[in-house]
């Protein structure tokens, strides 16, 4: 699907408020609120916007501690592959998981109760798997999480 300029703007501004009402979206891009809401029903339909999320405090949900997984495989088949990637997205602990190059085959943000839990889940949910050859944890002191860029139209930095 080809984004224009009106489709990035309506894209930017709910990435930094997915609770801006239709009438609100509309008077920022400029466009009927009618023709804003069929612009916004167009890119969920193409898949363009793919959901929408409530950011909330960690340790109202109970949890003091989020980690980075770094698991190496065993074997780099496309079954085991595949095979730790839709198990490990099923963990509840489970924020996000990155299939990457390097050193490790997957990163994976996980957020637990305490230290107990993490050692359990490293213990439990990934070291029992057959896939599984190394893994490594890596403490999360702070994070920052930022809306994706608008790279379209953007002249080459380097």
């Known amino acids: ?12 501004a709910l990435q930094n408020d997915g609770r801006l009402s239709n009438k609100e979206l509309s008077n920022r891009v400029g466009l009927a609120p009618s ?6 029903k167009r890119l969920r339909n193409e898949g363009v916007i793919q959901g929408c999320s409530t950011v909330v405090e960690a340790t109202a ?12 495989l ?4 496309r079954k085991a592959v595949d095979a730790f990637y839709d198990y490990v997205r099923e ?3 489970v924020i996000a998981v990155y299939h990457v190059t390097g050193d490790a085959d997957f990163l994976v943000h996980v957020a637990v109760r305490d230290t107990e839990h993490l050692r ?4 439990d949910a990934f070291t029992t798997r057959a896939e ?15 809306s994706l860029p608008d790279l379209l139209d953007t002249e080459d930095v380097s």
Do not use: K, W, Y
């Open 1 to 12: 699907m080809e984004l224009d300029r009106i489709d990035r703007e309506i894209l930017a």
């Open 35 to 40: 023709s804003c809401h069929e612009r916004v």
């Open 61 to 72: 949900l109970g949890i003091a501690l989020q980690a980075m997984v770094s698991v190496r």
């Open 74 to 77: 065993v074997r780099h088949s």
């Open 91 to 93: 963990l509840p602990e």
């Open 120 to 123: 359990d889940l490293a213990m």
């Open 132 to 146: 599984v050859g190394n893994l490594e944890t890596s403490l999360v002191f702070r994070a920052h999480r930022s």
